[in-house]
């Protein structure tokens, strides 16, 4: 977590200073949440046995709370999820209940996506549970991006082996990959298609492809994006499900 | 004198005597072995079900039947309370808790079982069931069941996350898979996962709870006074204290059932030994009647002969029930030391009301209802007897020398 | 002539002649007992199992055993129902959809197992509509009906007329989600079923799981359990089979099939013993009458009875004997089952679980004429046997040696 002195090196690129391994870190973790963050995202899943395109609204507040209302298929529409701390609630308007997600089905998929419900829940913890160091920097030879090596700490629940994260020289998330003790990787998160959006130039899709698995993947796409807005925090309460 | 007599009319008719005496050893040895495997397999059930999911005694929360996720707090304290009560008895604490396991490769919901790690290990549960791997040693160890393994795609030394829930917090733990078990009973293999004590409590977040605390006896047969002990000495607490009977309500009907049909066969058994007896025997007497006669003639009483009978009745009882006692005892050793092998028609594993049985019976010597058995045969035989006896003692000796008894 | 004679010896000696048929007669009905006592907990584990749960065929999406995925379904259902029961060999058959799904009352939820059903074709399978101990069964139309175990209602508070919201996860990767509403309650004795299970209409499941026109069981049963066999040949030809596994019940289930079948080798086990035993006693009897006869045997010998008739004549008085006791024991016998099957015994307090099968604590009795005609004749057989040697003897017995005798 020490390692940014490392990079006080005198390169002739460095003429701004170099990026901190946190720096590099939280490009990736928040580039697009900000403070508080209103969005809508498109989502296209394929899996070798359906692919599905789904439509969300969602808002965020700090690091810890979100929510995801869906728009479309017209048969989900309304269906909602409400993610705070490490706990998931789901808000079913045809029925008219909330549900608790139990923690024996954190392991499920989120609306049949790549994504488990735990991994919504853990997106944000890259800094908090990994020794990272960077091992990469563009111009340096080998390597046209940042590359940050991520190794859980001892007692840190993560399955992962390591993580290796890239980001593009202008700050922007490349690609992080997931790999387990045994060095193999298990899975990929890319970002691409680089747009302007919330008077910033950002990737605008995310996706995560599962290894080995041919032609498998869950794509999201950002479609409108607002930064530090008012939210309110009731936003984020199991009551305000129901709206 | 009499003894003697009553040797020499055995002895006198060799075959019959022989015949009779093995009609009551055979159907004692067969009440024999059915005793023997029957003990054999409830003991096995009993000691399983107790060592893996209970104890000779358990304290466990109220209310725990309707909500397995009650937990007891200061376990500690509760465990040394219970140590009190039978200090050559092993104490354990246990927690349940299930949650979601997960690899690399995917995840799984999870039973788990914290558990000392020493003291579990002696007790038997998981650690006689191993395949691969070592039993708990540090707080990061974790031994799983072998279909689990297979699905999550981990080996020795993998990591493993657990994410348990309690009181609505949501916690997860690293854990290495230090084992693999295998019981052949695919809901557990499937589902079940071993982990230390330690860590357990941590998931759960202090308080020091526990499922349940229980006390194993070296033993079994002492668990009567040791409920009661401990009944005693918890009373006044919040806590619920159970005999394992309490605690495995299912292993214990189903003995009750099983047994009753042993029951049975053992009270036909008898009944057609005891007729098998009394027509030897009334036979015998009456075959006997004009000798009889002469014994009464020459001035031995009535009640003497009837002694007499009495006497052969005593001994044809003694010697069959100890030929029996033999025989039995013969027949069941095989099955105590090397057990009958139910693989074929078990299959790999069975569990039943939450045990895993064994596939493998052994025979166990019940030596209390085995002594009270070969008493009963020998009642029965004697009682045989009387009906002759009395019939005997009623002889006219002049009707008798004419052999018209 | 034969006979009369063997019959009115046997008498010469009432007494004892009444004690052996009685130590037999009731050796043969403890045996008659205990055996429809074991048989009643197996047709009972039967029924369940086999009847209900498994049937006697099942066809299926190859990959389906073994993983059991939602995914592994059958398609055209529709079709293949009408194609085979068309088929001669299959007396009735029943459609099922899986969906493990969350269940909920307005307060609690739990994980539950919920079968999709065509109502009408299931009740005809299985009763179920017997077994429903509150409120009815479901309609023959999918109205978003639901039916529950009995224990699962209790658990999570609901009642029949209440509503209760039914979420599983669809093929397609959404969040199937319904409410249903509760017509009746199941006791079916399956405890998946009474303790954690239900039943909705099969299009109601098809809706909610994103998979119409499957499913992922068809059960069938045939006229008769002893050609199941063959009746799977023959069904995997039809077309309902296409592209599907077919398997007879003990192939989907071999763990029920080995303990049913030893369930039975313990009666097997139980009837030796006793008859053994009574064999003795009959061995017993029979040497008395071997020996205090030998004189009379010896004179009939004299008087030109060959050796052959002599054990003839034991024979037949060893049959005789048999005859009356296994009369006496049928009768007994059946006074006993009569009362266990009608009655019942009951062997404990509240239910016991075994094997996924709810026993009532009392549990009743089940007759099995075939059974019975083993015991009848394995009586025999023993008799015969234990008179074996004593009737050998007697007719090996020189008639001057045995005339000596007193």
Not at chain 3, 30 to 44: K, L, P, R, V, W
Not at chain 3, 62 to 86: F, I, K
Not at chain 3, 206 to 215: F, H, N, R, T, Y
Request: hydrophobic share 45%.
């Amino acid at each position: 977590m020490v390692h940014f002195g490392i990079m006080v090196l005198m390169s002739m690129q460095a003429l701004a200073a170099e990026p901190t391994v946190t720096e590099l870190l939280n490009a990736t973790d928040d580039y697009a949440r900000g403070d508080s963050s209103h969005s809508t995202i498109e989502m296209a899943v394929k899996t070798k046995r359906y692919e599905r395109t789904m439509k969300m609204e969602s808002w965020s507040k700090g690091t810890e709370s979100t929510l995801i209302r869906i728009l479309e298929p017209a048969k989900d529409a309304g269906i909602t999820t409400l993610m705070r701390d490490d706990n998931i609630w789901n808000y079913l308007p045809k029925v008219d209940r909330t549900l608790k997600v139990p923690g024996a089905m954190m392991g499920g998929r989120w609306q049949g996506s790549h994504f488990t419900n735990d991994d919504l829940v853990k997106s944000n913890r890259l800094s908090e549970d990994f020794d990272a160091r960077i091992t990469g920097k563009p111009g340096d030879g080998t390597h046209e991006m940042y590359v940050v090596e991520l190794v859980p700490k001892p007692e840190a629940a993560i399955v992962w082996g390591k993580l290796v994260v890239t980001v593009r020289p202008d700050m922007l998330p490349d690609s992080t990959q997931y790999y387990d003790e045994d060095g193999s990787l298990m899975r990929t998160m890319t970002f691409g298609d680089i747009k302007t959006m919330a008077g910033k130039s950002m990737p605008t899709t995310m996706t995560l492809t599962p290894e080995g698995k041919d032609g498998e993947f869950t794509r999201i796409t950002w479609v409108n994006l607002e930064l530090n807005i008012e939210v309110p925090d009731s936003t984020f309460t199991v009551q305000a499900l129901k709206r | 004198m009499l003894l003697r007599m009553a040797f020499r009319n055995l002895f006198r008719n060799k075959r019959r005597t022989l015949i009779t005496m093995t009609a009551i050893a055979v159907g004692m040895a067969l009440i024999n072995v059915t005793i023997t495997i029957q003990h054999g397999s409830y003991t096995d059930l009993i000691n399983r079900g107790v060592s893996s999911i209970a104890g000779h005694v358990v304290v466990r929360s109220p209310g725990f039947l309707d909500d397995p996720e009650l937990r007891v707090t200061d376990s500690a304290a509760h465990a040394k309370r219970l140590a009190s009560v039978a200090p050559d008895a092993v104490v354990q604490r246990r927690i349940m808790l299930g949650g979601l396991l997960s690899s690399t490769s995917g995840s799984a919901a999870v039973q788990s079982v914290a558990v000392e790690p020493e003291i579990s290990r002696d007790i038997g549960s998981m650690y006689d069931e191993m395949v691969s791997g070592d039993w708990l040693e540090t707080d990061r160890d974790i031994i799983i069941g072998a279909r689990l393994a297979e699905t999550l795609d981990v080996k020795e030394g993998d990591k493993l996350v657990f994410m348990g829930q309690s009181g609505g917090e949501m916690t997860s733990r690293l854990f290495r898979l230090k084992g693999v078990f295998k019981t052949g009973a695919a809901d557990v293999d499937g589902f079940m996962v071993v982990m230390p004590f330690a860590a357990g409590q941590e998931i759960l977040g202090g308080n020091d709870l526990a499922t349940m605390v229980t006390l194993h006896l070296d033993d079994a047969a002492a668990w009567p006074a040791a409920v009661d002990a401990a009944q005693t000495a918890f009373d006044g607490t919040d806590v619920d204290v159970l005999s394992w009977k309490g605690a495995l309500p299912d292993v214990d009907a189903f003995i009750t059932a099983d047994r009753s049909i042993g029951q049975g066969m053992l009270f036909a058994l008898f009944i057609i030994v005891s007729m098998g007896v009394f027509n030897t025997f009334l036979m015998s007497v009456l075959e006997r009647t004009r000798e009889f006669g002469v014994l009464q003639s020459i001035g031995m009483k009535p009640n003497q002969i009837a002694k007499l009978v009495l006497v052969e009745g005593a001994l044809l009882g003694f010697f069959g029930v100890c030929m029996g006692s033999l025989l039995g005892v013969g027949l069941s050793y095989p099955i105590v030391v090397s057990g009958l092998d139910f693989s074929e028609s078990m299959g790999e594993g069975m569990s039943n009301a939450g045990v895993v049985m064994s596939t493998i019976v052994y025979g166990a010597w019940d030596i209390p209802r085995m002594v009270v058995f070969a008493f009963a045969c020998f009642v029965v035989t004697f009682l045989a007897a009387i009906w002759p006896a009395w019939k005997v003692s009623r002889l006219e000796p002049v009707k008798a020398l004419r052999n018209q008894g | 002539m034969w006979w009369s004679l063997a019959w009115r010896n046997l008498w010469r000696q009432r007494r004892r002649t009444v004690v052996t048929c009685m130590a037999m007669a009731i050796g043969i009905a403890m045996t008659m007992a205990i055996i429809c006592f074991q048989d009643g907990f197996n047709s009972e584990m039967t029924r369940v199992m086999v009847d209900q749960r498994l049937g006697h065929i099942q066809i299926n999406h190859p990959d389906y055993p073994g993983r059991r995925s939602l995914h592994d379904v059958m398609s055209g259902v529709d079709a293949r129902v009408a194609a085979l029961e068309a088929d001669e060999t299959v007396s009735s058959l029943t459609v099922r959809l899986n969906g493990p799904a969350l269940v909920g009352g307005e307060k609690k939820s739990e994980g539950a197992f919920l079968v999709g059903v065509d109502p009408t074709r299931e009740d005809a399978f299985t009763h179920v509509s017997t077994m429903v101990t509150e409120g009815r069964y479901l309609s023959k139309e999918a109205s978003q009906e639901m039916v529950l175990g009995a224990e699962l209602a209790r658990r999570i508070d609901v009642n029949v007329d209440d509503v209760a919201v039914v979420v599983t996860q669809g093929s397609d990767g959404s969040m199937g989600n319904e409410l249903f509403t509760i017509v009746g309650l199941l006791s079916t004795g399956d405890e998946r079923v009474d303790r954690a299970g239900g039943q909705v209409h099969l299009r109601d499941m098809q809706a909610l799981l994103v998979l119409d026109d499957s499913a992922h069981e068809i059960t069938l049963r045939t006229p008769d359990a002893d050609s199941i066999d063959s009746t799977k040949a023959s069904i995997s030809a039809n077309a309902g089979a296409a592209d599907s596994v077919v398997r007879t019940w003990a192939e989907v289930d071999p763990q029920t099939q080995k303990m049913l079948a030893m369930n039975q080798s313990m009666n097997f086990v139980v009837m030796m013993i006793v008859l053994v035993v009574a064999g003795i006693v009959v061995l017993n009897t029979m040497m008395m009458v071997v020996y205090e006869r030998t004189h009379e045997l010896g004179v009939l010998k004299a008087l030109g009875m060959k050796p052959t008739g002599v054990l003839k004549l034991i024979a037949m008085e060893a049959m005789c004997l048999t005859t009356v006791s296994v009369a006496l024991g049928l009768l007994i016998g059946g006074l006993l089952d009569w009362y266990i099957v009608v009655q019942g015994i009951k062997f404990m307090d509240g239910d016991l679980t075994f094997a996924g099968v709810r026993f009532a604590g009392r549990l009743h009795g089940l007759v099995d004429p075939v059974m019975l005609l083993n015991i009848v004749v394995s009586s025999y057989v023993i008799a015969m046997v234990a008179a074996g040697w004593p009737a050998w003897r007697a007719s090996r017995m020189l008639p001057t040696e045995a005339m000596r005798e007193v």
